[in-house]
């Protein structure tokens, strides 16, 4: 199986994450996950909720299903910014629609004054140079066209392994 780890030469970690909403100066995120892949195989994992400090807007638990309840008990983005740090350190930074999930992420990590600015693949930009001919690359396009599959559609994890399964394709 050659995936993008291996032709990059490099490490890659498929991220995903869930917000309160879509201004990162003002938002914050609800639930990340990052699978790190080295030399085509799947290495490191890490998903968790993340505790905004503020109430989930209804139209986000309604598309996520991620209640003010459920993050009530969740780590703070600062519980878990160390351990971030590491599955993303020195990897290529994977992501569908990858300016959204990098600047929620490089605003939360400004926040905590510690600097984020990794090497980036967008999976929509490389859906639309090997698919031209695909009149969406959505990632729910995406799912049907090749058949991925996921437990749960915008959740942090399910989303980041559909990711996974792009590249390997």
Do not use: W
Request: with cysteine; glycine share 4%.
């Amino acid at each position: 199986m050659r995936v993008i780890s291996q032709i990059l030469n490099r490490p890659v970690v498929c991220v995903d994450i869930e917000t309160d909403g879509m201004n990162h100066l003002s938002g914050h995120i609800i639930e990340v996950a990052a699978i790190r892949i080295e030399n085509g195989v799947v290495v490191d994992e890490f998903k968790t909720l993340i505790n905004p400090g503020i109430k989930i807007p209804y139209f986000i638990t309604n598309l996520t299903g991620i209640t003010t309840d459920d993050v009530a008990a969740a780590p703070t983005f600062e519980a878990v910014s160390d351990r971030l740090q590491e599955i993303l350190n020195g990897a290529v930074f994977v992501a569908h629609n990858a300016r959204f999930d990098y600047s929620f992420l490089r605003q939360e990590f400004r926040r905590l004054d510690i600097n984020f600015d990794p090497k980036q693949l967008c999976t929509v930009k490389l859906s639309r140079r090997l698919y031209p001919d695909q009149r969406s690359h959505k990632l729910a396009s995406l799912i049907s066209e090749h058949g991925f599959s996921y437990a749960a559609r915008h959740r942090a994890y399910d989303d980041a392994h559909i990711l996974v399964q792009f590249l390997n394709k």
